[in-house]
T-cell receptor, first 114, second 115 residues
Framework: DAGITQSPRHKVTETGTPVTLRCHQTENHRYMYWYRQDPGHGLRLIHYSYGVKDTDKGEVSDGYSVSRSKTEDFLLTLESATSSQTSVYFC?????????????FGPGTRLTVL | AQKVTQAQTEISVVEKEDVTLDCVYETRDTTYYLFWYKQPPSGELVFLIRRNSFDEQNEISGRYSWNFQKSTSSFNFTITASQVVDSAVYFCALSEVAAGNKLTFGGGTRVLVKP
């Protein structure tokens, strides 16, 4: 199994509070991603990183920011949580090996915004 | 923009029946990867298979098989002789290799295998 952990695994918070989710990898992969999963939508990309301090927006980035100060950590921040951000959040890592790409997912974080 | 469509939202079968999951994709890229992931009730995402756009060879792995056809932009997945443990949500995904392997997912197909 790929070495990806997410913390916390579950969180309940109130509207308007800041929330930070952490993704940690031990694989030294260059690429890291944050996706959210909602019923009927599959997974959608929020932000991704292609190296330390190099990040870019995904499909549903509004209301989220990210930071990557070390290869192994990728943080997702909700500056002011809203009920529409209640979701399951998955971190993923990816690396290329020749012409092959691998992408592995963390266990997920279930966030509830009341 | 890339798009992945899984038209079947839910499939219910009786154990030992075969199940085929459809996946149709849209992309302008000439180089891309297609994936299938399984999400059991426990919630984790389990990687099943990856195919690159240069390799249309179909594959069988145990009770799983995949049918990749570039001409119809389809990447279908079949479970032969289904078992209760196959009950899960299955996601098809398409990667943008030129853009850091970002994945675009289909909406998922829930498979329920009844004993």
């Amino acid at each position: 199994d790929a070495g990806i952990t997410q913390s916390p695994r579950h969180k309940v918070t109130e509207t308007g509070t800041p929330v930070t989710l952490r993704c940690h990898q031990t694989e030294n992969h260059r690429y890291m991603y944050w996706y959210r999963q909602d019923p009927g939508h599959g997974l959608r990309l929020i932000h991704y990183s292609y190296g330390v301090k190099d990040t870019d927006k995904g499909e549903v980035s509004d209301g989220y920011s990210v930071s990557r100060s070390k290869t192994e950590d990728f943080l997702l921040t909700l500056e002011s949580a809203t009920s529409s951000q209640t979701s399951v959040y998955f971190c993923a890592i990816s690396e290329s090996s020749g012409r092959q790409w691998e992408q592995f997912f963390g266990p997920g974080t279930r966030l509830t915004v009341l | 923009a890339q798009k992945v469509t899984q038209a079947q939202t839910e499939i219910s079968v009786v154990e030992k029946e075969d199940v085929t999951l459809d996946c149709v994709y849209e992309t302008r890229d000439t180089t891309y990867y297609l994936f299938w992931y399984k999400q059991p009730p426990s919630g984790e995402l389990v990687f099943l298979i990856r195919r690159n756009s240069f390799d249309e060879q179909n594959e069988i792995s145990g009770r799983y098989s995949w049918n990749f056809q570039k001409s119809t932009s389809s990447f279908n997945f079949t479970i032969t002789a289904s078992q209760v443990v196959d009950s899960a949500v299955y996601f098809c995904a398409l990667s943008e290799v030129a853009a850091g392997n970002k994945l675009t997912f289909g909406g998922g197909t829930r498979v329920l295998v009844k004993p």
